[in-house]
């Protein structure tokens, strides 16, 4: 019988319940209430200005007055907005389709905070455009105000001498009846309820978001459980300045037929009716407070939310009719109701006096349009706060794409030199986007949340995380680029459904152009995923185009994923990052740097990969095939008989891009630069980020219970070991591990050597072979391949201690001095190779302390305190002996990758190799090595890995190119190349030396 590892519950996986979603799926539209078709707020408002950015950087968002956990101590005023002029302004977008186009712009100001008072819904994670999802801290306006500001920022007091109150009419009949009998599926929570609004006597009007039966009936509640008048029955004011009868006006209607009519009107001859700039209803109450000096209403925002954050348990149809920003019909308003009714919010906010508005002394016209702006951008707002930013704008977002001056540009560029028309430019460049743009849909993310959760349920034991609250912390106010470790195509989806699930918005998706398949395209890209083709090269319309959507992801806040290493590593190993993103996110910031940038480094590690199979053959050398929708159906029911272990996500240290441009670009100033701008700066920040990335996601990395046994099996030389020796070389590698560090963000396995072998048993990693003097544990030759995989992933992690192992592999003793000078030298070179965060000083200091461990467990002894110290190793095959060799193994076969390329060049002289030419041969010499002898990793012949070693090279002046850019060196190498003695067995040494090759030589032609 074997022992089962003990593992961690299936998911969901979380402590606790996590935050409410913040994408939920969407709401219905409420039939209309009975008002006049001249009082519904206009599709259009008709005016010139600047773009809707700038309109928001000029005023902010109505305060929600949030509970007190949320808001600061001081009262929040009514609109804290500044003076913006009519005609500064700009033309809004149709209502009834696009009703969020303001919010999708409002990238200078957080939204406010929303409190709530139960556990399952935080809506402060799901605040304005930080897509990380974090709960937002309280801010200030960044924008500092362009004019006087606005006097409706409090309501004034009551003026000395009102007129005599008007009686207010009887609430229409039938609002009792539909009130009664919507009442048993409606439960109200209010919130942010203005203090002292009550028991003002002045008349108040309410402001909606939008016209509706049910919205209707949903404030009537709220204002008689509230004990505030009724918004059905007229204003208490001489001549019902409103004209409708009612205490209360919306900025929009549900416009679902306003195409047929348009089209029923032109088919009877009848000319459309021309689009109204402002609500008239509006206007009317300011026409009559004009006429009337004594006259002061007060306007009440309030947003209705109807199932706004449906629970993780919550049923399909809960989820598929929740709030959202959509604006929909009658028949799905109603199911909301009915489903989701029981979950409804009504968010008052501070009273706006419209008397205030008209002292700022703008012409009618201008009043109405500014007034109404500006409490559209405050409903925007909250329902951003409450349900998150509307990331399914996918026709708008392209539409700003292919109206910025560099697409332009590029577009009028095509179209000269392909001798093509302006139009037929366009249209290319459409095409572009939209083969480019995610069409992110809420209701497929919820519904893929369902379905990934029985996913992993079946085919992983646990998803663990962690360090995510250490993200939150740093996220508010940032714009968020993930940017993880890319071994799985799990990664993406995993990401996602962890982040979703713990209350963040999703990320947008950097995703390969081979990835939209049929179906599976679509489906990932109502996921929030974007594709890219994998070379822009020769092509600057779809560079252009990709640049500037990615720009746009940034400056509206939206938070974005993507995978520098270019490609799924197929060795285990971090790949050389591609600068590309990373470049674009950066100039997109420095164009618009009006919110601050982070990047959050992800480590992703599995106990077995789903991709094992094809990631075999391709390290045998067959060619990477191509992705097919067929090849993935096939592959499904086999999957999901799978077990794959268990799954961790580490966040690592998060990277601030304003702290690194304060470091490395000390001459900006801080001012947007030009798409035309190149400081020289740019490239050398690039390449840092990259480079810390790559830093942060190791010093991230989790141990699971594969690596200790591939760290352990592997190094063996026919992949076998005694069951005693693989306990204690496991319990040796936790032993390294805890006493010496790595990073704070480094988790380990908690289980014990035992159980882990367990484990490797029970999910077809190790085979046990039966022998009455002790059971053996073997891996086959592809298991072995496979297992290489998973000894990669934290090979960084015992860099020191391997390197003092291999110090003695060959060597019974050596001086501490002398151990600590060959660590220094060689240490960049593994620096470059394993991305390892310490300096030469940090490295001297790391291997001191593993020294000490080593010591202590018996491995070595001090026998001088000559030189430092004289250490010394056992002599002979004792346990210790192996114990030292099975830690050093990983890391011999770079020192030998490091050999074969000066033996190569050495054999061929200075000035004899290119660059590329030195690599090519490189790689030959170590494939034949790896044929002729034991089996190496598949990555000992890697061309990447020996383009590193030269480049490094030459980085510190070991060799350089002469004027025919061939490599050139001096005595310096040749000293280097001394010391591998030190480090390489003679018979290795000789072999390496036997098998390089020379260059050919060019044949010289005969004389005559």
């Known amino acids: 019988m074997t022992a089962t590892m003990p593992t961690q519950p299936t998911l969901p996986l979380f402590e606790g319940d996590p935050p409410a979603d913040t994408n939920p799926p969407p709401a219905e539209a409420v039939p209309d209430a009975p008002v006049a078709e001249d009082e519904a707020m206009p599709a259009t408002i008709a005016d010139s200005a600047p773009d809707d950015a700038a309109v928001e950087r000029q005023t902010t968002s109505l305060p929600s007055d949030a509970s007190a956990a949320d808001a600061p101590a001081v009262d929040a005023p009514a609109i804290d907005a500044h003076a913006v002029d009519a005609d500064a302004v700009s033309p809004a977008a149709p209502i009834s389709e696009d009703a969020s186009s303001d919010a999708t712009q409002a990238n200078d100001a957080p939204a406010p905070s929303i409190s709530d008072t139960t556990a399952a819904v935080e809506p402060a994670l799901e605040t304005t455009r930080d897509d990380a999802g974090t709960a937002m801290s309280e801010q200030a306006p960044e924008a500092p105000p362009q004019q006087a500001e606005l006097p409706i920022a409090a309501s004034p007091t009551p003026p000395a001498a009102p007129p005599a109150p008007v009686p207010r009419g009887r609430r229409p009949w039938w609002s009792g009846l539909l009130g009664k009998l919507i009442e048993p599926w409606i439960e109200l929570r209010i919130e942010s309820l203005p203090e002292g609004l009550a028991d003002d006597p002045r008349p108040v009007c309410y402001v909606l978001e939008r016209y509706g039966l049910s919205n209707a009936l949903i404030l009537d509640r709220a204002c008689r459980n509230a004990g505030l008048p009724s918004p059905l029955r007229p204003l208490p004011v001489a001549g019902d300045p409103l004209g409708r009868k009612r205490a209360y006006v919306a900025l929009s209607r549900r416009n679902a037929n306003s195409a047929l009519n348009m089209a029923a009107d032109l088919a009877a001859g009848k000319a459309p009716a021309p689009a109204k700039s402002h609500s008239e209803s509006l206007a009317r109450l300011l026409d009559a407070h004009r006429a009337d000096p004594g006259l002061d209403v007060r306007l009440v925002p309030v947003s209705i939310f109807v199932g706004r954050a449906p629970e993780r348990q919550s049923g399909w149809f809960s989820v598929l009719f929740s709030e959202n920003w959509t604006i929909v019909g009658r028949f799905r308003r109603v199911l909301s109701i009915l489903l989701n009714g029981r979950d409804t919010t009504v968010k008052f906010a501070t009273p706006v006096s419209v008397r205030g508005v008209l002292d700022e002394g703008l012409p009618p016209e201008r009043t109405v349009r500014k007034l109404s702006r500006v409490l559209r951008t405050h409903f925007n707002r909250i329902r951003e706060a409450v349900i998150g930013p509307d990331l399914s704008t996918r026709r708008l977002l392209i539409d700003k794409v292919l109206a910025a001056e560099p697409v332009r540009q590029a577009m009028a560029d095509t179209a000269r030199r392909e001798s093509i028309k302006e139009e037929d430019a366009w249209k290319k460049a459409h095409a572009y986007a939209y083969e480019i743009a995610a069409d992110y849909s809420p209701p497929l993310v919820r519904s893929a949340s369902f379905l990934l959760t029985t996913v992993w349920n079946r085919i992983y034991r646990g998803v663990l995380v962690h360090h995510l609250d250490k993200l939150k912390e740093a996220a508010p106010g940032h714009e968020v680029v993930y940017v993880p470790s890319h071994r799985s195509h799990m990664d993406y989806l995993l990401l996602s459904y962890l982040l979703y699930n713990r209350g963040i918005v999703p990320p947008h998706i950097a995703a390969g152009i081979n990835l939209n398949l049929p179906v599976i395209g679509t489906v990932l890209r109502k996921g929030g995923a974007f594709f890219l083709r994998r070379s822009f090269r020769g092509n600057a319309l779809y560079s252009a185009v990709f640049s500037e959507y990615v720009a746009q992801l940034v400056a509206g806040g939206y938070s974005i994923e993507y995978f520098i290493e270019g490609g799924r590593s197929r060795t285990g190993r971090l ?8 470049a674009m996110s950066i100039r997109a910031f420095l164009r618009q740097p009006t919110r601050p940038v982070l990047f959050q480094p992800v480590y992703i590690g599995y106990e077995k990969l789903m991709e094992g199979n094809s990631y075999l053959e391709e390290l045998s050398g067959k060619a990477k095939q191509k992705e097919s929708i067929w090849q993935l159906l096939w592959s499904i029911p086999k999957v999901l008989r799978s077990n794959f272990g268990q799954v961790v996500v580490n966040f690592g240290e998060p990277i601030r891009l304003n702290d690194l441009l304060a470091e490395r670009a000390p001459d900006w100033d801080g001012q947007p630069l030009s798409d035309e701008d190149k400081p020289q700066w740019l490239s050398n920040v690039i390449d840092t980020l990259a480079d810390r990335v790559q830093i942060n996601i190791n010093r991230a990395a989790d141990v699971n219970p594969i690596n200790l046994l591939a760290l352990a099996v592997l190094s063996t030389p026919k992949h076998a070991i005694g069951e005693a020796d693989l306990l204690a070389q496991i319990a040796l590698s936790k032993i390294l591990l805890a006493e010496v560090p790595y990073s704070d963000r480094v988790t380990v396995t908690p289980h014990t050597p035992a159980e882990i072998v367990a484990h490797g048993e029970d999910i077809g990693v190790l085979e046990r072979i039966s022998h009455p003097l002790g059971d ?18 934290v090979l960084h992690l015992f ?23 060959l660590g220094r030298s060689l240490y960049p070179f593994l620096q470059t190779e394993l991305f390892l965060p310490w300096d030469d000083d940090g490295f001297a200091q790391h291997l001191e302390r593993t020294i000490q461990v080593f010591v202590r467990e018996g491995l070595l002894q001090q026998v001088s305190d000559d030189d430092d110290g004289i250490l010394a190793r056992n002599a002979g095959q004792s346990d210790e002996v192996f114990r030292l060799r099975a830690i050093g193994h990983p890391l011999q076969q770079a020192f030998e990758r490091y050999y074969i390329a000066i033996s190569v060049l050495a054999k061929n002289g200075p000035g004899a190799l290119g660059a590329g030419e030195l690599e090519s041969l490189c790689h030959l010499a170590a494939q034949r090595l790896s044929l002729l002898y034991a089996p190496a990793a598949p990555e000992f012949f890697d061309k990447s890995l020996f383009r590193g070693f030269i480049q490094k090279l030459r980085e510190l002046k070991l060799v350089w190119a002469d004027e025919n850019a061939k490599l050139v060196y001096d005595r310096r190498l040749e000293v280097w190349a001394k010391d591998a003695k030190t480090i390489l067995g003679r018979e290795l040494r000789h072999t390496i030396e036997k098998v390089s090759p020379e260059a050919a030589k060019p044949e010289t032609p005969e004389s005559a």
Do not use: E
Request: aromatic share 8%; with cysteine.
């Open 575 to 582: 790949l050389q990052p591609k600068g590309g993103m990373l």
């Open 776 to 793: 053996v544990l073997q891996v086959d030759g592809d298991g072995a391949v496979l297992l290489s995989y998973y000894r990669n992933n």
């Open 799 to 821: 860099t020191a201690s391997a390197w003092i192992a291999c110090c003695f592999l060959h060597n019974r003793r050596m001086s501490r001095a002398t151990l600590m000078r």
